[in-house]
């Protein structure tokens, strides 16, 4: 079967970094699609970014310019660089991603996320 696993949150400071990484594992024979998602308290799951299997991406406005997506197809692997993080950007954020175990053709999956709190 095949799993999501995402790691690398924490607590960090305004204006600091973390680097987000997730892993897919299992039956895979193709990975398309991956992306970032967020979700804060009391508030709607939001597209973070997202990057297709030839690497082109896309940033929700509120990260263009702080956030970079980008994917290791060779280890299965989706990283989110987050610099100059703000309180606003405190949430779970979660990996998705579209795989294909080479037989039911192309699924959407979701990791349990990890937690980044961006506090003074």
């Known amino acids: 079967q095949v799993q999501l696993v995402e790691s690398g949150g924490g607590l960090v400071q305004p204006g600091g970094s973390l680097r987000l990484s997730c892993a897919a594992s299992?039956?895979?024979?193709?990975?398309?699609?991956m992306g970032w998602y967020r979700q804060a308290p009391g508030k709607q799951r939001e597209l973070v970014a997202s990057v297709t299997y030839g690497g082109n991406t896309n940033y929700a406005d509120s990260v263009k310019g702080r956030f970079t997506i980008s994917r290791d197809n060779a280890k299965n692997l989706v990283y989110l660089q987050m610099n100059s993080l703000k309180p606003e950007d405190t949430a779970v954020y979660y990996c998705n991603a579209f795989i294909d175990n080479g037989v039911l053709g192309p699924r959407e999956y979701w990791g349990r996320g990890t937690q980044v709190t961006v506090s003074s």
């Open positions: 299992g039956s895979i024979f193709n990975i398309g699609h």
